[in-house]
């Protein structure tokens, strides 16, 4: 079955780093687009970043661009996600995202999400 287990979460304080890491099975990870999606409380789920099926292309949330570093390793089915200089919003639940679509069907993906916090 698909899975996509996100780790690498937890509390750090303002100003540090941290890397968050997806790891996929079930599926041929090398033909999906991945993302990271992120929800805080009382708001809704925002694409943090995005990377193509074969990491020719990356795309980030304003808010998160030149803080936030997205890669992959189709080798080892994984994602990263390298955070640095974190301010306390961005604080939420961090979601690994696999999705591709074709002419005859689309797929969609989600991990189960792992908390960072961000906070003295």
């Known amino acids: 079955q698909v899975q996509l287990v996100e780790s690498g979460g937890g509390l750090v304080q303002p100003g540090g780093s941290l890397r968050l890491s997806c790891a996929a099975s079930?599926?041929?990870?090398?033909?999906?687009?991945m993302s990271w999606y992120r929800q805080a409380p009382g708001k809704e789920r925002e694409l943090v970043a995005t990377?193509?099926?074969?990491?020719?292309?990356?795309n980030y949330s304003d808010s998160v661009k030149g803080r936030f570093t997205i890669s992959r390793d189709n080798a080892n089915n994984a994602l990263n996600l390298q955070m640095s200089t974190l301010k306390p919003e961005d604080t939420a639940v961090y979601y690994c995202n696999a999705h591709r679509r074709s002419p005859f069907r689309e797929f969609d993906y989600w991990g189960q999400g792992t908390q960072v916090t961000v906070s003295t």
């Open positions: 079930g599926f041929t990870f090398s033909n999906y687009a």
């Open positions: 990377i193509t099926s074969n990491g020719g292309s990356i």
